[in-house]
């Protein structure tokens, strides 16, 4: 099955959606339903953003900031350990990668297939936790660490958003880097707008690479994931930086750490339909 804004060849595409079925980056006890995010947001996205009433012709809904233009084509999943070739190969071809996991610790391969195209490269990730456990090699807790190693990637640049689950040696990772951070209780007290203007002076005018790990959300919107953590973002917080993000140079991104088995109604698997899409149009 693919993902429902899928309507293109690989040859025509200007983006391409790739699937990572693989916990194996991952420590969780929940960690063997990750590698079922992939097809579940697929399968989630076919039975709830697209419509159909008797004999009409299916209807697929668009973004609530216009129509999705971008031709897609998903060429569904890969092995882990093939990450960065394909996405090297995606990037070499002038398309632009959306990576659905899986654990977060592809997020590092994708990068490293990304950032050889640019001189200078920043990111943005969404995450309840920093990630920046150093020392774990290949593992969902250390991606920060991870592209600490690749040279062109900026931490000044780059920005942390929803932490709100750190361990004391990640805020001292994250001060001596000069990794900026913004806390949920920084969106709840300055806003949506005040923040992306935060996020902008940031990033700059560097290319970014938007990581998603779906626990950046309140458990409340989106159970179904591998770390559930509360007081996380709202759904509309979400969506809305993503579209605020999208107005700088959006060049690869990824959707991970969807936990089916800890699904309700289908809601973390629909959200991150909603965030994979949000994303394509603002990289198209």
Request: hydrophobic share 40%.
């Amino acid at each position: 099955m693919k993902y429902y804004l899928h309507n293109s060849s690989y040859k025509e595409a200007d983006v391409v959606l790739l699937g990572v079925p693989d916990s194996s980056g991952s420590q969780s006890s929940r960690a063997s339903g990750v590698k079922l995010g992939p097809d579940y947001i697929r399968r989630v996205s076919q039975k709830l953003d697209i419509f159909k009433w008797k004999n009409d012709k299916k209807r697929r809904v668009e973004s609530s900031r216009g129509v999705i233009n971008a031709k897609v084509c998903d060429i569904g999943n890969i092995k882990k350990k093939d990450i960065f070739d394909e996405v090297g190969r995606i990037v070499s071809d002038g398309k632009l990668p959306v990576v659905l996991g899986g654990d977060h610790s592809l997020t590092a391969l994708a990068v490293k297939g990304i950032s050889s195209r640019y001189k200078k490269l920043a990111f943005v990730y969404f995450d309840a936790h920093p990630d920046f456990r150093c020392g774990f090699g290949d593992y969902y807790g250390s991606v920060l660490c991870e592209l600490q190693k690749i040279k062109n990637v900026s931490f000044k640049n780059s920005v942390l958003i929803g932490m709100r689950a750190p361990e004391k040696s990640e805020l001292i990772a994250i001060k001596r880097c000069g990794l900026f951070v913004v806390t949920p209780e920084d969106i709840e007290l300055l806003g949506v707008k005040k923040v992306s203007n935060k996020i902008f002076k940031r990033i700059g005018k560097l290319p970014i690479y938007v990581s998603v790990d779906l626990d950046v959300a309140d458990p409340s919107v989106a159970p179904g994931v591998d770390t559930p953590v509360p007081a996380g973002l709202s759904a509309v917080q979400l969506l809305t930086l993503i579209e605020n993000i999208g107005k700088k140079k959006i060049v690869g991104a990824d959707v991970v750490e969807v936990n089916p088995k800890y699904d309700i109604q289908n809601m973390a698997g629909h959200l991150a339909s909603r965030v994979v899409a949000e994303l394509i149009r603002n990289i198209q």
